[in-house]
Antibody
C-alpha cells in the first residue's frame, strides 16, 4: 500500500533553515509528482510547491519563491522540502502528498521560536 | 491565483441528516485537457487530509458512497447523504487545474 513517512518534528530559531524528508513506498516513485502543503494554526491549507519525481521539474508558489527548495532522491524514493530564512509565521504542520492529493504523509510540525 | 471560496464555514448537522458544502472558484477549473480538477478533502482532528472526491464527482478508493460531488465550471458541491459521527472534521475543496494549487478556507462539520 502507498505510504509516505515524514521526518520528525523540528524546533528552529528565526533565520534558520529546516529540511523535511518524505520517504515513499508502495508505488513507483518516479511515476508521480509530490506536493508540499502546510497548515499554520487557524489557517487554511497552503500549497508550497511540487516536484515531478520522474524528471525533477519543480513548481513553486510565488509566496515561497526564493525560500523553498524541493528535491528528490530517486534511489531512496524520498522527497525533500527545505525552507530557509524561517520566521515565526512559518510555524505550521507541513505535509507531503502525491500529485493528485490522493495520499499524504503524517505531517511534520515545525516550530519557529527564539 | 485562483481563489476558492467555501460556504458555509461551519455546518452543525444532526446525525443521520444530510449535509452540503459549496465551493466556488474565481475562474473556470476546466483544464485544456477538458478535465476539471476539483477535489474534496476531509481533515479529521489530529490526522492528515484524506482525499474523498476528485475530478468533481469521482469517489476515491474506500470512500463511502454517502459522499458525493457535483458541479461544473466554477461552482461545486460536496454532499453527505446521511451524516455519521465519524464525518466530524473540516472539509476543503482544492483545485488542481492551475499552478499554484489553491484550497478553500475549509468548512467545519460538527454534530448538533
Amino acid at each position: 500500500q502507498v505510504q509516505l513517512v515524514q521526518s520528525g518534528a523540528e524546533v528552529k530559531k528565526p533565520g534558520a533553515s529546516v529540511k523535511i524528508t518524505c520517504k515513499a513506498s508502495g508505488y513507483t516513485f518516479t511515476n508521480y509528482a509530490m506536493h508540499w502543503v502546510r497548515q499554520a494554526p487557524g489557517q487554511r491549507l497552503e500549497w508550497m510547491g511540487w516536484i515531478n519525481a520522474g524528471d525533477g521539474d519543480t513548481r513553486y508558489s510565488q509566496k515561497f519563491q526564493g525560500r523553498v527548495t524541493i528535491t528528490r532522491d530517486t534511489s531512496a524514493s524520498t522527497g525533500y522540502m527545505e525552507l530557509s530564512s524561517l520566521r515565526s509565521e512559518d510555524t505550521a504542520m507541513y505535509y507531503c502528498g502525491l500529485g493528485g492529493f490522493d495520499y499524504w504523509g503524517q505531517g511534520t510540525l515545525v516550530t519557529v521560536s527564539s | 491565483d485562483i481563489v476558492m471560496t467555501q460556504t458555509p464555514l461551519s455546518s452543525p448537522v444532526t446525525l443521520g441528516q444530510p449535509a452540503s458544502i459549496s465551493c466556488t472558484s474565481s475562474q473556470s477549473l476546466v483544464h485544456s485537457d477538458e478535465n476539471t480538477y476539483l477535489s474534496w478533502l476531509q481533515r479529521r482532528p489530529g490526522q492528515p487530509p484524506r482525499l474523498l472526491i476528485y475530478k468533481i464527482s469521482k469517489r476515491f478508493s474506500g470512500v463511502p458512497d454517502r459522499f458525493s460531488g457535483s458541479g461544473a465550471g466554477t461552482h461545486f458541491t460536496l454532499k453527505i447523504s446521511r451524516v455519521e459521527a465519524e464525518d466530524v472534521g473540516i472539509y476543503y475543496c482544492v483545485q488542481g487545474t492551475q499552478f499554484p494549487r489553491t484550497f478553500g478556507q475549509g468548512t467545519k462539520l460538527e454534530i448538533k
